[in-house]
Each structure stands twice: as structure tokens, then as C-alpha cells.
């Protein structure tokens, strides 16, 4: 299919590490991006990483990208209850802007 | 980054009414995109809108259900017409940066339930 897949839930406990997976659909992406939706707001872009890099960090944020296996994942360092959130993982088809394709989003919950 | 602002940021209408969102933009931009977010799902590009020519439309999005207004380079309209309880959705406003990443950044979304 077309669709970018994510699991829909992740739970972790305040201070240890989130990792959220998603697997992409189009070996020719260009870029591909994280976003946070929290409850009632709209999408905050975290971070993205072009598709010649294998990581990018930014700060709490790493993001490990496998061209081979269409496979991106987000990793949060010490996640904080303020980390829960929806979190979506989008592709760049080719060279069209502002068409971005999404996954249905990864619910994570942080507990104290 | 874009700062963009949508109106209203919810509302509840009544089936076979219609509603215009409004999207503001802080700066120029030559497109701007609106996207549906339905409940418990990904977020799906209804139509690409151009400053001085018709959007543009994805499968599956027509003119006469989403009229979209482009009238300058950091306002635009989409309207949902003759509303069933099927486009009960977040409806969201975004721009495309020119940075190296073309970093696309979105509105806060308008949340719509049709009863």
C-alpha cells in the first residue's frame, strides 16, 4: 500500500528513553519529518532529516533514518510527562512542496 | 519559522450549512496548503492554493465542496459547503518554508463538528 505506518501507542516511564518507528513507503523521499500534536493544538514541527544523512541529533532529539528499509525512528532522551503527545512521522515524495504524507500518529504517554 | 493563525479555532454547524476558515500568514508566501486531519487519523492535503489562479486539488477534494480564496500572499479561505457529519474534522492551514529543509509548519487547525 501507500500508507506510512506507525504504531499508534507507546508508553514509557518519565526519565527513560521513547523510541517511536515508522516506516516510510517511497525510497525516493527526500525528506522526511517529526511532528508533536498535543491535545487540542496543532502540529509543532520537531525535526526533519534529508535522505542522505543516516542521524540527526538536536538536542533530546535523535532520529535514525534506514534508506534500505524505509525504516525512521524518533528517539526522546529522559522523556518528560510535557513529551506526551501525538507524535507523526511524514514523507516528501519527490520534488512536490507542501505535499507531505502522514502516518496516524504515535500516542505517547509518559508516567511519572 | 511561519507564524500562522486560523479562525474560527472551532465551531459546531449544523448539516447542509456551510463554514469559511480563515488562514493568516506572517509573511509572503507563494503557496499555501489545506489539509484535513479526520478523527484518529493521518492528516490528508485537500488542495494547494495559489496566489491569482485556482487551487489545486487532490483526489478526492473538489471546488464546489471546498471553495478556496487566495486573495493575496498571506491570506486564504477554504470554505466546507453543504456540511454533512462525514467532514466533522481539524481542518489546517500550512506553508512551506525555502530553507534547506523545507520545513513545512502548520496552522493550530479549526476543529469542526457537523450535527
Known amino acids: 500500500g501507500e500508507d506510512v505506518e506507525q504504531s499508534l501507542f507507546l508508553s514509557v516511564r518519565e526519565g527513560d528513553s521513547s523510541v517511536i518507528n515508522c516506516t516510510y513507503t517511497?525510497?525516493?523521499?527526500?525528506?522526511l519529518y517529526w511532528y508533536k500534536q498535543e491535545p487540542g493544538a496543532g502540529l509543532q514541527l520537531l525535526t526533519y532529516?534529508?535522505?542522505?544523512?543516516d542521524m540527526k541529533q538536536d538536542q533530546r532529539l535523535t532520529v535514525l533514518l534506514n534508506k534500505k528499509d524505509k525504516h525512521l525512528s524518533l528517539r526522546i532522551a529522559d522523556t518528560q510527562t510535557g513529551d506526551s503527545a501525538i507524535y507523526f512521522c511524514a514523507e516528501r515524495r519527490g520534488s512536490t512542496l507542501g505535499r507531505l504524507y502522514f502516518g496516524r500518529g504515535t500516542q505517547l504517554t509518559v508516567w511519572p | 519559522s511561519a507564524v500562522i493563525s486560523q479562525k474560527p479555532s472551532r465551531d459546531i454547524c449544523q448539516r447542509g450549512t456551510s463554514l469559511t476558515i480563515q488562514c493568516q500568514v506572517d509573511s509572503q508566501v507563494t503557496m499555501m496548503f489545506w489539509y484535513r486531519q479526520q478523527p484518529g487519523q493521518s492528516l490528508t492535503l485537500i488542495a494547494t492554493a495559489n496566489q491569482g489562479s485556482e487551487a489545486t486539488y487532490e483526489s478526492g477534494f473538489v471546488i464546489d465542496k471546498f471553495p478556496i480564496s487566495r486573495p493575496n500572499l498571506t491570506f486564504s479561505t477554504l470554505t466546507v459547503s453543504n456540511m454533512s457529519p462525514e467532514d466533522s474534522s481539524i481542518y489546517l492551514c500550512s506553508v512551506v518554508s525555502t530553507g534547506e529543509g523545507y520545513e513545512q509548519y502548520f496552522g493550530p487547525g479549526t476543529r469542526l463538528t457537523v450535527t
Open positions: 517511497d525510497s525516493s523521499s527526500t525528506y
Open positions: 532529516i534529508f535522505s542522505n544523512m
